[in-house]
């Protein structure tokens, strides 16, 4: 910095030490910025101790914490920090919590641990169909309480969330594992899958609206899964060599056509609500009326080919139909 910088500088400071405001001046100024400070401020009501937790919960948390927890490494760490901080209870405590609750989200990253503990592929897919039961649990207990209809919302999503989760490891099993393994786990996902879509039925009649179309999505993803287990099951059936038995695969055809078809009975009962005609709806139904209740199925490699794409077909359609009258009935509430 040059001298004559310095001069400058120091002629300031000694200057503006001389100067004195007018006191007048100073209060009326004071007095305008706490007048308009109060105007602007929102109006203060007292903070409750959950309020002050959620803030500090929501200050360290990312965006979509539900599904940045179901991240197994994430889930890992989390569950490590809380059983090494001794918080065992909270853990416990997590286990009841339902969709909504502030301990859910540990609930399910405690799933995601147990998965992350366990390698093989086999045993991942059989506790993720524990877990998948236990979301409809949640589901049908959140359904029962109608002053919290976003409940049910959350608890379908997640539920969809693990039916395309379970596909998934299917396909993963299914490249990898032996045969008779592989049957196995397409029997298990394919017996999981119509039992949501049974539990789901039954839930949907004590819903508004909003929370029906969900359950219909849940159904639905449920069906595909339901499908693709099959598809896998008679595939590995011919690959067998007679270790799998042809009825598991004809029992499981029949199940998942009878599911299905209860679902396209309701809809025939509501499809007077669209202006559509509702022959679609009934040519689908039965069809899998037929095939739930045919007392043989041939078994070659083609005939169960063009079986399953007959049923995908009429699944897809019936689960369509049912979510145009979910929406319109939504439009109209």
Do not use: C
């Not at 049908?140 to 539920?159: F, G, N, T």
């Not at 969330?161 to 786990?185: C, E, G, I, P, Y």
């Not at 039965?286 to 041939?298: D, H, P």
Request: glycine content about 4%.
């Amino acid at each position: 910095m040059n001298s004559k910088i310095h001069r400058r500088l120091r002629d300031l400071r000694t200057t503006s030490r001389h100067i004195v405001p007018d006191a007048a001046w100073v209060r009326a100024t004071r007095e305008t910025l706490r007048t308009r400070v109060a105007r602007d401020l929102p109006e203060s009501h007292e903070i409750t101790i959950l309020e002050r937790v959620r803030a500090a919960f929501h200050a360290f948390a990312p965006r979509k914490f539900g599904v940045w927890l179901r991240r197994p490494a994430i889930a890992f760490a989390l569950i490590v920090f809380v059983l090494a901080g001794g918080s065992v209870v909270s853990v416990s405590a997590a286990e009841h919590a339902l969709p909504g609750d502030f301990l859910y989200s540990v609930k399910l990253a405690t799933e995601q641990a147990r998965l992350a503990f366990t390698p093989v592929k086999e045993e991942q897919l059989k506790l993720k169909t524990e877990f998948t039961s236990r979301r409809v649990r949640d589901l049908k207990l959140v359904a029962s309480d109608r002053a919290h209809p976003d409940r049910v919302v959350q608890a379908a999503e997640i539920l969809k969330q693990d039916l395309n989760t379970l596909k998934q490891q299917l396909r993963d099993v299914a490249q990898s594992a032996s045969v008779d393994t592989t049957a196995a786990a397409a029997k298990l996902v394919d017996q999981k899958s119509t039992d949501v879509i049974n539990a789901l039925q039954q839930t949907k009649t004590q819903l508004a609206p909003e929370g029906k179309e969900k359950l219909t999505e849940a159904q639905s993803a449920a069906a595909d899964t339901g499908m693709k287990a099959i598809e896998i099951l008679a595939a590995t059936q011919q690959q067998s060599k007679g270790s799998v038995p042809v009825v598991d695969v004809t029992q499981a055809i029949k199940d998942h056509a009878q599911a299905v078809s209860d679902v396209g009975d309701s809809v025939s009962v509501d499809a007077g609500l669209l202006t559509t005609s509702s022959t679609m709806v009934t040519s689908s139904t039965q069809v899998l009326a037929e095939i739930a209740s045919s007392s043989t199925l041939s078994t070659s490699r083609s005939t169960f080919s063009t079986l399953i794409g007959r049923m995908t077909h009429a699944t897809q359609q019936i689960f369509a139909q049912q979510k145009a009258i979910d929406q319109l009935q939504i439009s109209e509430a």
